[in-house]
T-cell receptor, first 111, second 114 residues
Framework: KQEVTQIPAALSVPEGENLVLNCSFT??????LQWFRQDPGKGLTSLLL?????REQTSGRLNASLDKSSGRSTLYIAASQPGDSATYLC??????????FGTGTSLTVIP | KAGVTQTPRYLIKTRGQQVTLSCSPI?????VSWYQQTPGQGLQFLFE???????NKGNFPGRFSGRQFSNSRSEMNVSTLELGDSALYLCASSLVGTNAYEQYFGPGTRLTVT
């Protein structure tokens, strides 16, 4: 069974800093990896989807990388803003479209 | 294009009752998955439906069931509610149902069991 781990569990940074969130998974035979953002009490917002054949994906200030062989993905957030404060989750699917989620990183950006 | 919608957004039920939650996927999406999110267990997969068929099921008791209609809308039912069923229930839709495609989540239904 796939296990997904996210480190750190919580992170607090001053506004303007660049930061990296980490995601690791135990089974490297993945089809893709998706990063989500969740605001308190809300649903999940998709940030980036990386296909297994890709090494990275970028959207605005976000850049996600994928290293299947080592079972790792990182989400890089440039020039952080208070509005980036949220919980960030990574997820990988099995062959049946069941996603395994990490426990998330709770990010606080201090103005 | 409208996103994934879930109704109701909030529910309060009593132990022993049953509840039905509804999810309408993005137009054209045929796969709908359901997840339970609790502070202690995080996000856990309940089941996935594709073209009205349950394709995949997580490790939940038989009190949790679901179905999908011909228009891809899905319902989830929980019978004989327990206090531990209090959670945020999220549904997600994807375009074709293969794992190459992006999942889009709804806002969730917050269920409180008293």
């Amino acid at each position: 069974k796939q296990e997904v781990t996210q480190i750190p569990a919580a992170l607090s940074v001053p506004e303007g800093e660049n930061l990296v969130l980490n995601c690791s998974f135990t089974d490297s035979a993945i089809y893709n990896l998706q990063w989500f953002r969740q605001d308190p009490g809300k649903g999940l917002t998709s940030l980036l989807l990386i296909q297994s054949s890709q090494r990275e994906q970028t959207s605005g200030r976000l850049n996600a990388s994928l290293d299947k062989s080592s079972g790792r993905s990182t989400l890089y957030i440039a020039a952080s803003q208070p509005g980036d404060s949220a919980t960030y989750l990574c997820a990988v699917p099995n062959t049946g479209n069941q996603f395994y989620f990490g426990t998330g990183t709770s990010l606080t950006v201090i103005p | 294009k409208a996103g994934v919608t879930q109704t109701p957004r909030y529910l309060i039920k009593t132990r022993g009752q049953q509840v039905t939650l509804s999810c309408s996927p993005i137009s054209g999406h045929r796969s709908v998955s359901w997840y339970q999110q609790t502070p202690g267990q995080g996000l856990q997969f309940l089941f996935e439906y594709f073209s009205e068929t349950q394709r995949n099921k997580g490790n939940f008791p038989g009190r949790f069931s679901g179905r999908q209609f011909s228009n891809s809308r899905s319902e989830m039912n929980v019978s004989t509610l327990e206090l531990g069923d209090s959670a945020l229930y999220l549904c997600a839709s994807s375009l074709v149902g293969t794992n190459a495609y992006e999942q889009y989540f709804g806002p969730g239904t917050r269920l409180t069991v008293t």
